[in-house]
């Protein structure tokens, strides 16, 4: 059974910083991109980051570049997303996500959804 499992959500002061993990089983890990994906109240779901474990290659989406950081721990199968620096815009739900063919950042390529943690940011 394919699992994506997210935690590391909560309620954080503006400026805070959080960890997002998305643990992974029931596939193979390195044949599939692992993105985080974030949909906050009345928006469309935004892919925000990615990562192949294969080659460790990562992409982000503007709104988070030079802020977000995404890691891989392979050997555990799990992906961190570190968030730094938090503002109220960042109030989402953060999913994770795998993906067959690549970081697209798009959720019609995804191939796997995880349930979602809930960021609550507050000003």
């Known amino acids: 059974e394919v699992q994506l499992q997210a935690s590391g959500g909560g309620l954080v002061q503006a400026g805070g910083s959080l960890t997002l993990s998305c643990a992974a089983s029931?596939?193979?890990?390195?044949?599939?991109?692992i993105i985080w994906f974030r949909q906050a109240p009345g928006k469309e779901r935004e892919g925000i980051s990615c990562i192949s474990p294969s080659d460790g290659s990562t992409y982000y989406a503007d709104s988070v570049k030079g802020r977000f950081t995404i890691s891989s721990d392979n050997a555990k199968k799990t992906v961190h997303l570190r968030m730094p620096s938090l503002k109220p815009d960042d109030t989402a739900v953060y999913y994770c996500?795998?993906?067959?063919?690549?970081?697209?950042?798009?959720?019609?390529?995804?191939?796997?959804w995880g349930r979602g943690t809930l960021v609550t940011v507050s000003s």
């Open positions: 996500a795998a993906e067959v063919i690549g970081c697209t950042l798009q959720a019609y390529n995804v191939n796997y």
């Open positions: 029931g596939f193979t890990f390195d044949d599939y991109a």
